[in-house]
Every structure is written in structure tokens, then in C-alpha cells.
């Protein structure tokens, strides 16, 4: 199945996808804890979450020991990569030049953040 026929995940799925992703593998019990440092978020509701993103193929579960061990069904990246192109598309009208103008005109960029997309550039002109 490709990454675009299920990855919708909600703001909520995607802060699971942050912990998932961080740790590479978790039970609802160590997602629910990391989660929990952020926010106010009761167990049952991670837990229900959780059973739901597997559901969508999010996430996959290893069943085999009594406490479930779940990971991403996707790369950081891939995901990273998926969702920048749909809102690429349906938000800025396919525009990448106005993503990265609202992206650094209404973000603090550092100076070596700056460095940094400067040399993407550079070899970007170079290819």
C-alpha cells in the first residue's frame, strides 16, 4: 500500500508518530508517560488512539508479549516527505517558493540554520 492512501494522520496521531519515531519502538504505557511530560493526556485516550492508528495501518503492533510494543508503520522521512508535498499542493497552490518564504519570514532562522540552507542551494545551482 503506498504512504498516500493512508497517511492522514490527525495532530494528535502525529505527536505519537514524534514519540514512536524518537524511541523506534514503545508500549502505550511509554508513549502515554512521554506525552504526558507535554500535555494532559489521560491513558485510556492514548491507548484508544494508538488501537485506532493500527487500525489505519499507521502504526504496526507486536502482540506477542503481554504488554503490545508498537512502532511506525512509516519513516520519519518518507512521512516528512508525503505530507510537505500535500501541503505543498493543496495550501500554497504548489508553490515550494512560498512555503519557504512563509517558512523563513514567520520563524526565528539562526544564523547557522541560514548557513545551512544557503549550502542546499548552492548545490542545488551546481546540479
Wanted: glycine share 4%; no cysteine; hydrophobic share 35%.
Amino acid at each position: 500500500m503506498s504512504v498516500a492512501k493512508y497517511l492522514k494522520p490527525t495532530e494528535s496521531e502525529l505527536e505519537i508518530l514524534q514519540v514512536l519515531w524518537e524511541k523506534q519502538n514503545a508500549s502505550v504505557r511509554d508513549v502515554h508517560e512521554e506525552l504526558a511530560k507535554v500535555k494532559d493526556v489521560g491513558y485510556t485516550t492514548t491507548l484508544k488512539l494508538m488501537q485506532i492508528m493500527f487500525e489505519k495501518g499507521l502504526v504496526k503492533r507486536d502482540a506477542s508479549f503481554k504488554t503490545h510494543i508498537y512502532e511506525a508503520s512509516v519513516s520519519k522521512k518518507k512521512a516528512q516527505k508525503h505530507l510537505l508535498k500535500k501541503m505543498i499542493n493543496t495550501l500554497f497552490s504548489g508553490s515550494s517558493t512560498e512555503l519557504v518564504i512563509q517558512a523563513l519570514g514567520n520563524h526565528k532562522t539562526s544564523p547557522e540554520e541560514l548557513n545551512e540552507i544557503q549550502q542546499f542551494l548552492d548545490n542545488l545551482k551546481k546540479r
